[in-house]
């Protein structure tokens, strides 16, 4: 996969260098290109930006500015670009970025994250690039305000990274996770020493006895969804819940809906 990062703090973006996404690159897994936007102004102060039309306080990002940098690293004129380019604008007034659209991106040709600061960038480019036939996504990570888009680029790189074929030396270790197939929180996990700080683990993880660690973690996960994130325990299809958790979802507070759908409050 090719990331370009287009901001007018490259160095922000120096740790992709680091860990798994530093080797990663490394290895070739990954064609990651971070792009200083100033290198596309064309006057002497190298502006980006100018005063919002219709007043206002604070200052907006140009929009040819970012059209020449954008076409450039999309390959644009140079009959190079590829058609599987996808062009994520992070933003806080964009849909919340989730674990779906990190699998869907994960298998794209091409990722441009175009990284705003001041009060962002002129709405012209998303709707200028969407008309042109790229796939266009204003994310946001969630609902509070950074002072630009580097830090929201790195968490939607490092998330779909993760999931590109022989990123993660332990296929096995994305299945199970937080936010996966199952709509649940992941289970407590545990490692030694077995005893610390007056806790122990709990006895079951040294049953050896597979069956009952896999309810153990199963009802686990269960509880701890209810407890911190009642809106994905209403959103679990109950078709793909066994009798052991529907008793346990019972005990919680949670019943199959009457239109058979999700759960609701008891
Ligand atoms: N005036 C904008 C608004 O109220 O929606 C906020 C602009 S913010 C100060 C500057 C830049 O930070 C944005 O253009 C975006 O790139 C980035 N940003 C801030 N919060 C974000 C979030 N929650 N998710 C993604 N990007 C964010």
Redesign the pocket.
Known sequence: MRVDVVSIFPDYLSVLDLSLVGKARQRGLLDLRVHDLRDWTTDRHRTVDDTPFGGGA?MV?RPDVWGQAIDEVLGAGTGTRSEGAHLI??????EV?TQRHAESLASAEQLVFA???????DARVAEHYRSAGVTVHE???????????E??SLVMIEAVARLIPGMVGNPDSLVEESHGAAGLLEYPVYTKPPSWADLEIPEVLLSGHHAKIERWRRDQALERTAARRPDMIEALDVAGLDKHDLKLLAELGWVPGADGGGLTRA
């Not at 994310?139 to 888009?149: C, F, M």
């Open positions: 604070g990002m604008v992070p933003t806080p007034s964009g970025f990284c705003g600061r001041y009060e962002g960038i994310l946001s990570i969630g609902d509070y305000v950074l002072n630009g888009g830090v929201a």
